[in-house]
């Protein structure tokens, strides 16, 4: 028999068995792997979202958290597991679109090793200024950045943070020099920019706003292509820098291989979650936007999202060892 026959015998004899692990899809419970420490925002979505999807799965959702590695810890674990759909990845920007452009190496391949399921939320950032800084919306401040450069400061969580990049981003699009100033997670971000330490940061809207709603920051802007419906007052960055996004992405992904009716039955699940109004009003009262997708759409996202920061990182010659 030849090469190509036996393929295709193979591949017919292996349609039905796949047919019917998909139909008896869950038959244990899953394990979603959040690639951070419990207790932060990503960690909080995972167990919304975990919660949400037991009933209809028939199966309870384990959150897991593999905290390490700048997000490669948690998604290693997910790409070495069984394709069998039972574990997924909680994806933010850092394993997939982030990380393979930061880092010299990543111990997978961010694209073979997994499966995506579906998009699940983008959460805008805040650009909040202390109130020490003389300018009153972002044009004001990106003409004193000019006319200054190198004194205004920007605060992060961290290398390659969301709040990180989201200044790398500001810098290369308004043509400006901002000095980064890297802390250990925002809470320490927070206590120098309310001190006036720092000049300013991009940062979570959830732990900015509240800050400037109360007066001791200034709030110039949002970091979603448009404004968001938690402070629709606040124009969106874009509107003075079109094409400005730096809203960080989530998503779910399976290990690559999984097999398609899976992936489907997982999708439709996620999906159908994330149309729902009560579900979805959780998500808005925290300042998010559900980002349903099907799988391909997915991936079309996941290629531009890594387009788009590829550039940003180099520009900024930004390099994890």
């Given at each position: 028999?030849s090469?190509t026959?036996?393929?295709?015998?193979?591949?017919?004899l292996a349609?039905p068995a796949l047919?019917?692990?998909?139909?008896?899809?869950?038959?244990?419970?899953?394990r979603?792997?959040?690639?951070y420490?419990?207790g932060?925002?990503?960690?909080?979505?995972?167990?919304?979202?975990?919660?949400?999807?037991?009933?209809?799965?028939?199966?309870?959702?384990v959150?897991e958290?593999?905290p390490?590695?700048?997000a490669?810890?948690g998604a290693?674990?997910?790409?070495?597991?069984?394709?069998d759909g039972l574990?997924?990845?909680?994806?933010?920007?850092a394993?997939q679109?982030?990380?393979?452009?930061?880092m010299r190496?990543?111990?997978?391949?961010?694209?073979?090793?997994?499966a995506p399921?579906?998009g699940?939320?983008r959460?805008?950032?805040?650009?909040?200024?202390?109130?020490s800084?003389?300018a009153?919306s972002?044009a004001e401040?990106?003409a004193?950045?000019k006319?200054?450069?190198?004194t205004l400061?920007f605060?992060?969580?961290?290398?390659?943070?969301s709040?990180?990049?989201a200044?790398?981003?500001?810098?290369?699009?308004?043509?400006?020099?901002?000095?980064?100033v890297?802390?250990?997670?925002?809470s320490?971000?927070?206590?120098?920019l309310?001190?006036?330490?720092?000049?300013?940061a991009?940062?979570?809207?959830s732990?900015?706003?509240p800050?400037?709603?109360?007066?001791?920051?200034?709030?110039l802007g949002v970091?979603?292509?448009?404004?968001?419906a938690?402070?629709p007052?606040?124009?969106?960055?874009?509107?003075?820098l079109?094409g400005?996004d730096?809203?960080?992405?989530n998503?779910?992904?399976?290990?690559?291989?999984?097999?398609?009716?899976?992936?489907a039955?997982?999708?439709?699940?996620?999906v159908?979650?994330l149309?729902?109004?009560?579900?979805v009003?959780r998500m808005?009262a925290?300042?998010e936007?559900a980002?349903p997708s099907?799988p391909?759409e997915l991936v079309?996202?996941?290629?531009?999202?890594s387009?788009?920061?590829?550039?940003v990182?180099e520009?900024?010659?930004?390099?994890?060892?």
């Amino acid at each position: 028999m030849s090469l190509t026959r036996r393929a295709l015998l193979g591949a017919s004899l292996a349609l039905p068995a796949l047919a019917a692990r998909a139909q008896g899809f869950p038959d244990r419970p899953l394990r979603l792997i959040v690639p951070y420490a419990a207790g932060g925002s990503a960690d909080a979505s995972a167990r919304m979202l975990a919660e949400a999807m037991a009933a209809p799965l028939g199966q309870p959702v384990v959150v897991e958290n593999r905290p390490g590695g700048g997000a490669t810890i948690g998604a290693q674990a997910v790409a070495r597991a069984a394709p069998d759909g039972l574990t997924l990845l909680y994806g933010t920007p850092a394993p997939q679109i982030i990380n393979p452009h930061l880092m010299r190496s990543v111990p997978y391949d961010p694209v073979r090793d997994f499966a995506p399921v579906s998009g699940y939320k983008r959460a805008p950032n805040l650009l909040a200024i202390h109130p020490s800084v003389p300018a009153r919306s972002l044009a004001e401040l990106i003409a004193l950045a000019k006319a200054r450069p190198g004194t205004l400061t920007f605060a992060s969580s961290g290398v390659g943070s969301s709040s990180h990049l989201a200044g790398e981003m500001l810098k290369f699009m308004a043509q400006i020099d901002i000095t980064h100033v890297p802390y250990r997670g925002t809470s320490a971000a927070l206590t120098d920019l309310l001190g006036g330490t720092v000049s300013m940061a991009l940062d979570t809207l959830s732990i900015l706003l509240p800050q400037a709603q109360g007066g001791k920051l200034r709030a110039l802007g949002v970091t979603t292509p448009q404004r968001s419906a938690k402070a629709p007052a606040l124009p969106a960055i874009a509107e003075t820098l079109p094409g400005f996004d730096a809203a960080p992405f989530n998503y779910i992904a399976a290990t690559g291989g999984t097999p398609a009716p899976i992936v489907a039955k997982l999708n439709q699940v996620i999906v159908a979650i994330l149309r729902r109004p009560d579900f979805v009003a959780r998500m808005e009262a925290l300042g998010e936007e559900a980002t349903p997708s099907t799988p391909e759409e997915l991936v079309a996202t996941l290629r531009a999202e890594s387009a788009r920061w590829k550039q940003v990182i180099e520009a900024a010659g930004i390099r994890v060892e």
